[in-house]
Every structure is written in C-alpha cells, then in structure tokens.
C-alpha cells in the first residue's frame, strides 16, 4: 500500500531564506506527483506537476524535483516571503487507478 | 472562469439527517472527485467518476453516495449523517487521470 510522508510536520524560516520541503513515497510506481499549497480556511492550489517520467518542474520561485527510484521529491522555495506562509501538501497518482494518495503536510511559517 | 465551486460552504447537521453537497466545474473536465480532509490524516478519497454517468468508490466510502448525472456536477449525499462525518469535503476535477488536479474551496460539515 502507497505512503506518503513529509518531513517535517512544521517549519518556520525568516523571511528572504531559500528552503526545500520534502516528500517521500514507498512504492515507485505512480503516475504523477503533484504539489499543492493550502491556506487556512481555503482550498487547495495546485503549484506543480511532475509526470513520472520527468525530473523537475519550475514555476517562479518554486522548483518541485522527482526521483521515482528512491521514492523522494522535494520542493525547493527560494527567496522566501511572508505570504508563502501556508501548508505545503504533495499528492502522488498511483499507476493502478485513479487515486491521489496525500502526504499530511508541511506547515510553513515565514517569519517577516 | 469559476473553477470548481462546492456548495455549500458551512453546514451543521444533526446525527441522522441527510444532505447533499454539491459539486460544479465548468472546465468540461471528465474526472471528479470527493476527498475529506481531517486532522494528522491528509485527505482520502471518498468518491470518484470518471465520466458522466458513472461513479466508482474511493478509499472511504461507506455512509456516502454520489451521482453524476451531468458532466459539470458531481454530488455527495449522506443518506443518515453521523458525528465520525464530521470533517471538511473537498470536491476536485481534472480533465485526465494525468492532468493537474483542481479544487474547490471545501465545505466544513459539523454532525452534533
């Protein structure tokens, strides 16, 4: 059965740091991975999308990396800033269905 | 372009009472989904289809049922509401199974 982790539960950064948020997986046979980022009280918005044949993704300050065979990606954050404050959540689609299986999430706090 | 829009945003329920959320997108997307959010558990799959007209169980779905009888709306109904429903419900599509996924802004659902 798919598991998805990231480390850590919680992170707090001054503002204008570069930082990486990660997430592992424990089978490599997924489809897709997908970070999204969730304010309070909202929805989720979708930040990047790695194919399983990619490597990396970049929008902006954001750069999502996958490495399927080891079962990790990471999102890097540069230049951080007061409104990247949110919780950081990354999804993989598993190749046998449709599902998306959810890590629990980073919460990102940026200090000003 | 409104996205994806659940309806509605709040509601308060007493143990045994029905409801039914509803879901729109107007992205002509094929794929939706039903997914609850709780505390330290990410989100499951309650829910998904495919296309209009079908449905498939996800992850947790015993107590809900779901219907797709149009393309743009998928809707989530609790037949005899229990306190373990407690929980937020997020509604999310994607054109397909490999497409970045959208959701909505949730609706927090409270069973006294």
């Known amino acids: 059965k798919q598991e998805v982790t990231q480390i850590p539960a919680a992170l707090s950064v001054p503002e204008g740091e570069n930082l990486v948020l990660n997430c592992s997986f424990t089978d490599s046979a997924i489809y897709n991975l997908q970070w999204f980022r969730q304010d309070p009280g909202k929805g989720l918005t979708s930040l990047l999308l790695i194919q399983s044949s990619q490597r990396e993704q970049t929008s902006g300050r954001l750069n999502a990396s996958l490495d399927k065979s080891s079962g990790r990606s990471t999102l890097y954050i540069a230049a951080s800033q007061p409104g990247d404050s949110a919780t950081y959540l990354c999804a993989v689609r598993q190749d046998s269905n449709y599902q998306l299986i959810w890590g629990a999430g980073t919460k990102l706090i940026i200090k000003p | ?112």
Request: hydrophobic share 35%.
């Open chain 2, 1 to 112: 372009n409104a996205g994806v829009t659940q309806t509605p945003k709040f509601r308060v329920l007493k143990t045994g009472q029905s409801m039914t959320l509803l879901c729109a997108q107007d992205m002509n997307h094929e794929y939706m989904y039903w997914y609850r959010q709780d505390p330290g558990m990410g989100l499951r799959l309650i829910h998904y289809s495919v296309g209009e007209g079908t449905t498939a169980k996800g992850e947790v779905p015993d107590g809900y049922n779901v219907s797709r009888l149009k393309k743009q709306n998928f809707l989530l109904g609790l037949e005899s509401a229990a306190p373990s429903q407690t929980s937020v419900y997020f509604c999310a599509s994607n054109l397909y199974r490999d497409t970045e996924a959208f959701f909505g802004q949730g609706t927090r659902l409270t069973v006294v």
